[in-house]
């Protein structure tokens, strides 16, 4: 039976010749990734255990990875304590795919896992991190789960009742005109099926943009996908992506890549044109809140933010640096920048990007997740208006629910830290 | 009226995130027993009512589409369920559901529902009745997959269960 390409990987799963939208599986899972909610995974894998008599053993160290990346460094004796538990868990069952604080190897967990060569396209990733999805960038199905579901995968490797999702074809066509990117496309995607509109769904990406875009693009794509609901957002792993796994990660693979069959049959199919589109701009509260950015007039920001596992990527900063060299950042505005990993941080300093951006203003963080979701470094004031590159504007994300937050790509976010209002990057030079 | 009544505590509008529901900064804080202090931490007034106890055990918040959309944060179901509220909801986001079936949260998928806050209401298997109004609304049973994990109490046990099977001989 002809399968899209979720299917054919929960097929590969499951040991079947073929599965369908609706059957409940028991996939073996690939990679299991945590971040500091591991000290909750702890807790709830303990549980398990509790007056089995079994001895507490992970199922398979070597398929599960641990980033510390939410918290980092710690902000309190709360959380050091809960990364220290971490560690003494991660020593004791020999768990090697850790990333601890560290500039050599840290960085945060989307960007950590593929750029260490730990996604394999066709393989099943579930990860305690709603974004988690991002990792479908490379031909895998990945998403998001809870930390006792996570406990449920250490304990017997692989997640119990699956419901195999029906997909969304989105075919993207079309050659981006200068000044809009991918992450306006899935801005754009999202404000078009609503926030809801994937719900229990995979979005499947086909067409000539998706297979011209570099693997940084994709995983733009594949991050956002859950802010449609999406449980996975995949695009079928190609030519790219060998050349990103060998050149950025380091690994060769020499396996089957895995593609949906012409004939599957998809829940619904989306047509999309890049070549008219604009730059967009989502706008506070809600993720699909999504407009054209020639609609957003006068909007004066107070803080930037360029990062993220969305948008913290070495062509995202090469962007915001081209944009902001030898200009400066507006006086009453605050901008930050969080390269998504060490690594880039490191290789963005030796293409001088880093210095340009200090030049101009920018401040240059450490490569962890605080700003996004509001846990520490940037937290707004009372009235506060943010415009970021990161994926979420939900009231009350980046620290205060008195102030706004307006997403953006990296180039309307270095366009708008010069001008201190919302601006169109196609109109600076 | 019925006995098994509850009454409606909040009428919350579509999209409900977990940042509404257990805002990041407070996410250090990880026992199931500590988490429900923040339960809707910046809705100042529900938050007081919730953590002084003015909210009896069954109550009902009713929400729109999409409730818990967002973050995989489990802290989004522990702090709910530290008050055993119930939600009635038009639909949810899918990891929270999930992390609902998982933890225990009574979570009811009614498409239709229409309600207003104080209103008494029935949560029956098959629909909400709603007293108040004189109207009933038909529930979305849970997907078979999740029932299971319902029926056993929970992942907990489903799992404990699943790794006493794997190792018969201990």
């Not at chain 1, 570099?214 to 956002?224: A, E, H, K, P, Y």
């Not at chain 1, 009231?395 to 629910?401: E, F, M, T, W």
Request: charged share 20%; hydrophobic share 40%.
């Amino acid at each position: 039976m002809a399968m899209t390409l979720v299917e054919k990987i929960l097929a590969k799963a499951t040991g079947q010749s073929s599965v369908k939208a609706g059957d409940v599986l028991e996939p073996l899972v690939d990679l299991a990734m945590s971040h500091e909610n591991a000290a909750l995974v702890i807790n709830q894998f303990t549980e398990i255990y509790k007056d089995t008599g079994i001895s507490l053993k992970v199922w398979d160290p070597s398929k599960i990875a641990i980033i510390l990346d939410h918290r980092v460094p710690a902000e309190s004796s709360k959380t050091a304590t809960n990364q220290q538990k971490i560690r003494d868990f991660v020593g004791k069952q020999g768990i090697a795919k850790f990333h601890d604080i560290r500039g050599d190897e840290g960085g945060i967990c989307h960007q950590v896992l593929p750029e260490n060569g730990y996604v394999i396209p066709g393989s099943v990733i579930v990860g305690t991190d709603s974004h988690t999805t991002s990792h479908g960038a490379l031909g895998t199905f990945a998403f998001g789960i809870g930390a006792t579901e996570m406990a449920s995968v250490w304990t017997l490797g692989t997640v119990l009742n699956v419901e195999v999702p029906g997909t969304i074809k989105v075919y993207v066509n079309g050659k981006f005109p200068s000044g809009v990117y991918p992450k306006d496309l899935i801005l754009y995607l999202i404000g078009k099926l609503t926030a809801e509109g994937a719900n229990f769904k995979v979005l499947e990406f086909h067409g000539e943009t998706i297979n011209n875009m570099s693997t940084s693009g994709r995983l733009t794509l594949s991050n956002m996908s859950v802010e449609a609901g999406a449980t996975s957002g995949i695009v079928p792993a190609d030519e790219e992506t060998l050349r990103y796994l060998l050149e950025e990660a380091f690994v060769g693979y020499k396996g089957e890549l895995l593609k949906p069959d012409i004939d599957a049959k998809y829940d619904q199919v989306i047509e999309i044109d890049v070549s008219k589109l604009n730059p967009q701009i989502a706008c506070p509260h809600t993720v699909d809140n999504v407009k054209p950015i020639s609609e957003i007039i006068n909007v004066k920001v107070n803080q930037i933010v360029i990062g993220s596992c969305t948008n913290g990527r070495l062509d995202d900063l090469e962007v915001a640096a081209k944009i902001l060299k030898g200009k400066k950042v507006a006086k009453d505005v605050r901008m930050l920048v969080f390269p998504a990993s060490w690594r880039i941080y490191r290789e963005a300093l030796k293409r001088g990007y880093i210095a340009e951006l200090m030049d101009a203003g920018a401040v240059i963080m450490n490569s962890n997740c605080g700003c996004c979701l509001g846990v520490h470094q940037g937290a707004l004031a009372d009235g506060d208006i943010s415009l970021s590159t990161t994926n979420r504007n939900f009231k009350g994300r980046q620290g205060n629910p008195n102030s706004e937050v307006y997403l953006c790509s990296a180039a309307v976010a270095a366009a708008s830290a010069i001008t201190g209002i919302i601006t169109d990057p196609r109109g600076v030079n | 009226m019925s006995h098994h009544t509850s009454k409606v505590v909040a009428i919350l509008p579509n999209d409900i995130s977990t940042d509404i529901i257990y805002p990041g900064r407070f996410m250090a804080t990880v026992l199931p027993t500590e988490t429900p202090q923040y339960c809707f931490a910046d809705m100042v007034e529900l938050n007081k009512r919730l953590k002084n106890k003015e909210i009896p055990q069954g109550s009902v918040i009713v929400a729109g589409t999409n409730f818990g959309c967002g973050s995989s944060r489990e802290q989004a179901v522990s702090t709910i369920k530290g008050y055993e509220i119930v939600i009635v909801a038009k639909g949810f986001a899918r990891i929270f559901l999930q992390n609902s079936v998982n933890l225990g949260l009574k979570t009811v998928i009614c498409p239709a529902i229409e309600a207003s806050e104080g209103d008494e209401l029935e949560v029956l298997p098959d629909k909400v009745v709603n007293h108040t109004k004189g109207k009933s609304f038909p529930v979305e049973p849970l997907p078979k997959a999740r029932q299971a994990i319902v029926d056993a109490g929970g992942l907990i046990a489903y799992t404990k269960k699943r790794l006493l099977e794997k190792y018969p001989n201990r």
